[in-house]
């Protein structure tokens, strides 16, 4: 197993408050964003370089990461840039998986569409849930996947981890 590289200085700080009661500890990144992941994750930077945060466990095979981009940036790229645009741009990436039919919902008074899809990655088949959240000044896309074999023991984590995202103010 290869190691991480040594974090660049430039990173942003990863902040994590351990929940010893539930299993769940928050972490986040600066003033920007917290989300619970399960105690035995940790930080990786072998999945998405690009990614904002990413948290995982190689032994168990489950992960999520979240990806953010500047609003401002894509409506000026693209003006009127939305929420429903954000997620036509992501889910594109997984129509080969198969997605689910979108859900619209709230996540922590975000705005928020949900698919899950199914896949194979390197003949691993995957269970992914994935999000996309409107926030004050950036969407964000939150995505938590496990093994297809063992969806039915961290569906309701990988669940529950997005619904965990909350924006700081």
Same mark, same amino acid.
């Given at each position: 197993?290869?190691? !991480?590289? +040594?974090?660049?200085?430039?990173?942003?700080? +990863?902040? =994590?408050?351990? !929940?010893?009661?539930?299993?769940?500890?928050? @972490?986040?990144?600066? !003033?920007? *964003?917290?989300? #619970?992941?399960?105690?035995?994750?940790?930080? =990786?930077?072998?999945?998405?370089?690009?990614?904002?945060? @990413?948290?995982?466990?190689?032994? %168990?095979?489950?992960? @999520?990461?979240?990806?953010?981009?500047?609003?401002?940036?894509?409506?000026?790229?693209?003006?009127?840039?939305?929420?429903?645009?954000?997620?036509?741009? @992501? +889910?594109? #990436? *997984?129509?080969?998986?198969?997605? =689910?039919?979108?859900?619209? /919902?709230?996540?922590?008074?975000?705005?928020?569409?949900?698919?899950?899809? #199914?896949?194979?990655? /390197?003949? =691993?088949?995957?269970?992914?849930?994935?999000?996309?959240?409107?926030?004050?000044?950036? *969407?964000?896309?939150?995505?938590?996947?496990? #093994?297809?074999?063992?969806?039915?023991?961290?569906?309701?984590?990988? %669940?529950?981890?997005?619904?965990? *995202?909350?924006?700081?103010?």
């Amino acid at each position: 197993m290869a190691c !991480d590289p +040594v974090p660049n200085l430039e990173e942003p700080v +990863v902040e =994590t408050v351990a !929940d010893m009661a539930s299993g769940f500890k928050e @972490v986040g990144i600066e !003033d920007q *964003f917290l989300i #619970r992941v399960p105690d035995y994750m940790a930080p =990786t930077t072998q999945i998405n370089p690009s990614a904002s945060l @990413v948290y995982g466990s190689h032994r %168990k095979e489950v992960f @999520v990461m979240v990806i953010e981009d500047s609003k401002a940036m894509l409506q000026t790229q693209s003006p009127g840039f939305s929420l429903d645009a954000y997620y036509q741009l @992501v +889910v594109s #990436r *997984f129509e080969a998986l198969n997605p =689910t039919q979108p859900r619209a /919902n709230n996540i922590h008074n975000l705005r928020a569409i949900q698919i899950t899809a #199914r896949g194979s990655i /390197n003949e =691993t088949n995957l269970i992914y849930h994935i999000a996309v959240l409107e926030g004050h000044d950036r *969407f964000y896309q939150i995505v938590s996947w496990a #093994r297809e074999e063992d969806a039915f023991e961290y569906e309701p984590m990988l %669940k529950q981890m997005i619904g965990s *995202f909350r924006e700081k103010a």
